[in-house]
């Protein structure tokens, strides 16, 4: 069975920084992509930065410049560097991952973890 377990959310201040983790495991062949997206309460979910497995990243327009994401392929991690947090970037963050499995390329979500911003 294949999980995604993030880890890393929590209260800070405007200007603060938090660093989320997302760990992939079980029978994964390949991993094609990882990201992280995340939601609002009343808004729809929406990309943060994405990394192929190639290195290939994109980001949101509204945290380019201050969010870096990055992987270490030997734990199967990805990691959101999240600096200069804003109240705005509230929201729960979910971790994403296309990844190669016995059954085929599928997509999997990780549970969610929220990021608060707030002074």
């Known amino acids: 069975q294949v999980q995604l377990v993030e880890s890393g959310g929590g209260l800070v201040q405007p200007g603060g920084s938090l660093r989320l983790s997302c760990a992939a495991s079980g029978s994964i062949f390949s991993i094609y992509a990882m990201g992280w997206y995340r939601q609002a309460p009343g808004k729809q979910r929406e990309l943060v930065a994405r990394i192929t497995h190639g290195g290939t990243t994109n980001y949101a327009d509204s945290v380019n410049g201050r969010f870096t994401i990055s992987r270490n392929h030997a734990k199967n991690t990805v990691y959101l560097q999240m600096n200069s947090l804003k109240p705005e970037d509230t929201a729960v963050y979910y971790c994403?991952?296309?990844?190669?499995?016995?059954?085929?390329?599928?997509?999997?979500w990780g549970q969610g973890t929220q990021v608060t911003v707030s002074s």
């Open positions: 994403n991952a296309d990844l190669m499995v016995t059954t085929g390329l599928d997509d999997y």
